[in-house]
């Protein structure tokens, strides 16, 4: 059974993210998010095996409430792109996370621009439900630009990275 602070994170990550419905099954414990526009419902259901089948009663959960975003959060998204990205390659993100760009908080990023990659060159990490994921650079070539910041929230197909391939 998930213990109840991981299940907060996974709660805080739906709310960070795009997506609608979430359903996680392990050792006959389901755990089943859906969003609504007041906020986030969680349904926690313990699956028991008997011979006789009995009904199983949802446990419901707070229900968090979400982001409200001012005006102008997304700033950096809707300036127009510092370069012209048509001969760029874009390494984007695997997997919905937190975007790292060091191995910790005391060691210099990974790459920054200017740096020079090639295929198996670790880019960075997206941190996700406790696991730290490296980003490979999987092409050769050079950073032009790091599209998000350290400690950034990212989705699925993100851009991170602009890459000008040798």
């Known amino acids: 059974m998930l213990k109840i602070q991981e299940i907060r994170e996974i709660i805080k990550l739906i709310d960070q993210s ?24 969680t349904v926690v259901q313990k699956v028991v095996q008997e011979a006789v089948s009995q009904p199983v009663q949802p446990v419901q959960a707070e229900p968090v409430s979400p982001k409200v975003e001012t005006a102008q959060p997304k700033e950096a998204a809707q300036e127009a792109p ?32 200017g740096s020079k990659v090639d295929n198996s060159t670790v880019v960075c990490i997206v941190e996700a439900m406790k696991l730290f994921n490296e980003i490979e650079a999987e092409v050769k070539g050079e950073i032009v630009e790091v599209l998000v910041e350290n400690g950034q929230l990212v989705e699925y197909g993100q851009p991170l990275f602009l890459v000008k391939p040798e």
């Not at 997506?19 to 419902?41: C, P, R, V, W």
């Not at 048509?86 to 920054?112: E, Q």
């Open 18 to 41: 795009s997506i609608d419905e979430f359903m996680y099954e392990n050792e006959g414990a389901k755990i089943k998010l859906k969003k609504h526009s007041q906020g986030t419902e």
């Open 82 to 113: 510092k370069h012209d990205d048509t001969n760029l390659h874009k390494i984007t993100s695997p997997m919905v996370g937190t975007f790292y760009s060091a191995p910790n908080p005391d060691s210099d990023p990974y790459v920054s621009v």
